[in-house]
């Protein structure tokens, strides 16, 4: 093309090609995406992309307000829409050897009152290692393709599903309404390529399949997906308007008669022995596949028994993944620096001489901390046989899935002779307090809490971070700027940049790497987050412990964040009715509960969060699953012997329904289900007056 090379521009040359490349890629996006007709080839529009962000990179000042860089498409400048899945999409909890599978098969014989000889089966399939997506269907046409997102809610990516070729854009003879899920992928030779390809052309290379795929299934711009050959493997569903079959294997065929395509390793297993037979089978043929796949999915064949076991909070019951064990690899420890965290714990990263363990270069891994370096496990028993970890020493590394690398051992007879115990720290290496360790806790923590700069930093990151405010232009690499240069010390000061920095004599437009444009967008991305639900925000807090899923459900709990507030100020002193309906929380046990009301009752907390709360618009939680539901807030009591299910299976399908489930008849109590044999709760029961169910009135009750 007899292009300039960008280090031979002058200034006066490059601004005027970023007005032209500015303009040409203006017309090509409007082109491809309002009229539909692209008027050049991708190759030639990342071509110009590229060359725009080269000139840029060698003359920043010259970056214009209208940078195509800053634009992706034609899409809406805040990413993508969000979707709310209909039905929550869920992870898989993990199994790791013989042991437990058989636990999963005894744990599901367990809660469906099965003995040990009654017949149940399984699939297994592989594990697919990419993401996982949504698709639904309205009268078999293709209308929305979703990301995982928190499971609750993902992210609109249809245009960019639609140029996947596994994924059909219509469907005979499928239920009018069906959502079908699965995993995108990349497989190993289109890997290779596009990396190839990136290389070449300047732009960026991924570490493994899984993160192209994601990487090319995120884009804004559907032009750049199409051309990433990205595949699709359907292996499950979320909501129907008719079931698709009866049994797992069969709502598989079933997903393939209609056009998708599904694993040919996937089978049905009458046990665990031949689940485990299976497994093998698979782990032999991994190397050979030609794409990336983590361990077998087993799940229970009986689509009746699937819904019957039903769901954990964040995982089904009847299925598990059976990962395959970790890669290894040995490499010299350079270095051990300490890392503060958001609430105080000092971490020990072992820094590595690069290896490639499982396809990814590692550099870093995670030590845990100074017992694990010393060699001791949680109770001071040895771990590695008593050897500590020093610098210098050679150290096994392994990767499993998407973990931190961990270090699992050591080779002492490598062992440099001057190698030295490491001495922990025993004060904050960031601000000086002293580091202290508790009782009974294995982490050491800085005792500098606000004045600590790591901490708040890493408070301040956690807080903008994508399951909290998720505030776009707004990362780890700005929130880090603007706390060095004091514009945000505490979550409340980012609702306060617009007006202390918007005008005036320090503005945000002209802070290097900022330009009207994006200062704009910041202003317009913090305005949008005042409005938060109410899970968001105490997930946002950042509190020891409370992480997205237990926020989540104190949200639902306490539905608004006046009622939380006030129940949390009710139970710091950790006793009372407050502490008790705290505890009985599903999922949140006293580590947890003591963390959340003592963080809470910290009187320079308290006032920041107060700082906090007074710019937002508070979303109370709403409670979906339990809409309409005839138990939703209610005490009830099993008591006696029930037939139609284990008592394990009725507790969690009351509290589905959003009940309480007790063990005590009292004056609170609101339903007893009594059995056969029911004893002296039931007597209790009818000298209170309470309402007494026998099993099928209550299956009556709640639908059967
Ligand atoms: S079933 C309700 N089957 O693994 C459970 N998941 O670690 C639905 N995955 O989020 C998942 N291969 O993205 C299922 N054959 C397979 C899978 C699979 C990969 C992913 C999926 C899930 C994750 C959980």
């Not at 110009?48 to 634009?71: C, G, M, T, V, W």
């Not at 002492?412 to 002779?417: E, G, I, K």
């Not at 009715?577 to 809470?600: K, M, R």
Request: aromatic residues 6%; glycine residues 8%; proline residues 5%.
């Amino acid at each position: 093309m007899g292009q300039t090379p960008v280090e031979a521009l002058s200034e006066a040359e490059a601004a005027a090609e970023l007005a032209a490349l500015a303009a040409r890629l203006a017309e090509a996006n409007a082109a491809y995406h309002v009229e539909d007709a692209p008027r050049i080839s991708d190759a030639e529009y990342d071509a110009l992309k590229h060359r725009n962000a080269q000139i840029e990179a060698r003359f920043p000042h010259l970056k214009r307000a209208d940078s195509p860089s800053e634009q992706v498409g034609a899409a809406p400048a805040e990413g993508f829409a969000k979707v709310r899945h209909a039905v929550r999409m869920l992870s898989l909890a993990n199994a790791f050897d013989a042991g437990d599978i058989a636990d999963f098969d005894d744990s599901i014989r367990r809660y469906l009152g099965l003995d040990a000889e009654a017949p149940l089966a399984y699939t297994a399939e592989p594990k697919i290692d990419g993401l996982s997506l949504s698709l639904r269907y309205e009268g078999g046409v293709l209308v929305q393709a979703a990301t995982r997102g928190d499971g609750a809610e993902g992210e609109n990516v249809t245009a960019n599903a639609r140029t996947i070729d596994d994924i059909p854009e219509r469907l005979s003879g499928a239920p009018d309404l069906l959502e079908v899920r699965g995993e995108v992928y990349m497989s190993h030779d289109d890997f290779a390529a596009l990396n190839a390809r990136q290389a070449e052309t300047g732009g960026k290379t991924f570490a493994n399949p899984r993160n192209a795929a994601a990487g090319s299934l995120r884009q804004l711009d559907a032009r750049i997906t199409r051309a990433r050959p990205l595949r699709f493997f359907a292996y499950s569903w979320g909501v129907l308007s008719d079931p698709l079959a009866d049994t797992q294997m069969a709502a598989i065929a079933r997903l393939a008669q209609l056009g998708f395509a599904t694993n040919p390793l996937t089978a049905r297993c009458d046990g665990p022995e031949a689940m485990l037979a299976h497994y093998t089978r698979i782990e032999a043929q991994r190397a050979t596949l030609g794409y990336d796949i983590d361990g077998v999915v087993y799940k229970v064949d009986d689509l009746a028994l699937q819904a019957r076991l039903g769901f954990r909070s964040t995982t089904p019951r009847w299925a598990i993944a059976h990962k395959f064990p970790a890669e290894l690899a040995w490499t010299r420890l350079d270095a051990i620096d300490i890392q503060v965290g958001r609430t105080g714990a000092l971490s020990p990263v072992a820094r590595l001489q690069p290896v490639t363990v499982g396809g990814v270069v590692v550099s870093n891994a995670t030590l845990h901390n100074e017992d694990y370096i010393a060699g001791r496990g949680a109770r001071g028993e040895p771990i590695r046989d008593g050897k500590d970890i020093r610098v210098g020493d050679w150290v096994q590394v392994y990767r499993a899935g998407d973990v931190i690398p961990k270090v699992a051992d050591v080779d002492l007879s490598r062992r440099p002779a001057d190698a030295r115990p490491f001495v922990f720290p025993e004060t904050c290496p960031e601000c000086g307090s002293d580091a202290i360790r508790e009782e009974g806790d294995a982490v050491r923590r800085c005792t500098g809490g606000l004045i600590c700069p790591a901490q708040a930093v890493e408070k301040l990151k956690h807080f903008v971070s994508r399951a909290a405010f998720d505030i776009e232009g707004l990362g780890a690499r700005q929130v880090e700027q603007f706390h060095a240069d004091g514009w945000i010390a505490e979550p409340a000061d980012i609702f306060a940049l617009p007006d202390r920095y918007g005008t005036g004599m320090q503005q945000l437009k002209n802070r290097e790497g900022w330009g009207e444009k994006s200062a704009n967008n910041l202003f317009q991305a913090i305005e949008e987050r005042r409005k938060i639900p109410l899970g968001r925000l105490i997930f946002a807090l950042g509190i020891r412990h409370v992480g997205e899923q237990v926020s989540n459900l104190l949200a639902r709990h306490y539905g608004t964040w006046a009622a939380f507030d006030a129940a949390m100020r009710d139970a710091a002193a950790q006793d009372g009715p407050a502490w008790e309906d705290l505890l009985a929380i599903d999922g949140v046990g006293t580590v947890l509960a003591q963390s959340l009301v003592s963080t809470l009752a910290q009187e320079a907390e308290r006032a920041s969060i107060e700082r906090l709360i007074a710019h937002l618009d508070i979303q109370p939680a709403e409670r979906p699953e339990t809409d309409g539901s005839p138990v939703a807030g209610k005490t009830v009591v099993f008591t006696g012997t029930l037939e139609k299910m284990t008592r394990a299976e009725a507790k969690a399908r009351a509290e589905a329904l959003g009940a309480k489930v007790s063990g005590s008849v009292s004056a609170k109590t609101d339903i007893v289900v009594a059995g056969p044999g029911a004893g002296s709760k039931e007597k209790k029961a009818r000298d209170l007056g309470l309402t007494i169910l026998d099993e099928d009135g209550w299956l009556d009750l709640i639908g059967g």
